[in-house]
T-cell receptor, first 112, second 114 residues
Framework: DGGITQSPKYLFRKEGQNVTLSCEQN?????MYWYRQDPGQGLRLIYY???????QKGDIAEGYSVSREKKESFPLTVTSAQKNPTAFYLC???????????FGEGSRLTVL | AQSVSQHNHHVILSEAASLELGCNYS??????LFWYVQYPGQHLQLLLK??????LVKGIKGFEAEFIKSKFSFNLRKPSVQWSDTAEYFC????????????FGAGTRLFVKA
């Protein structure tokens, strides 16, 4: 089945460690997005990418990094510089510039 | 900077009551507008969308929304809610330029009493 796969679903890390969240899609979509979801704050945009080897910072990019080496993959690294990394992270994709976003199931990161 | 405001963070209704959730955005250019819904334990999914044309758009499960350009608003409505509409609702806006940045409102949690 076509879709977006995020892994891991749950992740626990110690403070000061970098962690990488995986996002893979087999929908042949050009655009991919990373959001952070916190209670009462909705979804906040971290990074987005319209094509391979190109990406833009969203509204809360500080402390995060991404790469887009392949069309189907858009991994997110939560670095030790992110001051409050415990959150639910959602990856999404869309076929082109406009149109609906398709979401993965999310990854819940807890930093101890 | 672009922003999306949802006026109600929590709404509690009885079954058969009418629903209206407000959404306002700030962006001067052309946008595409969306409402997404997240049922408990499920993915975010599209409820309805507006790109152009008739400003009154209909979505799944009896939902509709009206785009009022002069008010930068895209309010969601349903004439008669059901218990199964209990969910969190998000308004989203995509800039129709360049990187097609998409941002979301803070969400509205709707609880429908049976």
């Amino acid at each position: 089945d076509g879709g977006i796969t995020q892994s891991p679903k749950y992740l626990f890390r110690k403070e000061g460690q970098n962690v990488t969240l995986s996002c893979e899609q087999n929908l042949n979509h050009d655009a991919m997005y990373w959001y952070r979801q916190d209670p009462g704050q909705g979804l906040r945009l971290i990074y987005y990418s319209q094509i391979v080897n190109d990406f833009q910072k969203g509204d809360i990019a500080e402390g995060y990094s991404v790469s887009r080496e392949k069309k189907e993959s858009f991994p997110l690294t939560v670095t030790s510089a992110q001051k409050n990394p415990t959150a639910f992270y959602l990856c999404a994709s869309r076929p082109g510039g406009v149109g609906e976003l398709f979401f993965g199931e999310g990854s819940r990161l807890t930093v101890l | 900077a672009q922003s999306v405001s949802q006026h109600n963070h929590h709404v509690i209704l009885s079954e058969a009551a009418s629903l209206e959730l407000g959404c306002n955005y700030s962006y001067g250019g052309t946008v595409n507008l969306f409402w997404y819904v997240q049922y408990p334990g499920q993915h975010l999914q599209l409820l309805l969308k507006y790109f152009s044309g008739d400003p009154l758009v209909k979505g799944i499960k009896g939902f509709e929304a009206e785009f009022i350009k002069s008010k930068f608003s895209f309010n969601l409505r349903k004439p008669s809610v059901q218990w199964s509409d209990t969910a969190e609702y998000f308004c989203a806006v995509t800039e129709n330029t360049g990187g097609f940045k998409t941002i979301f409102g803070a969400g509205t949690r709707l609880f429908v009493k049976a």
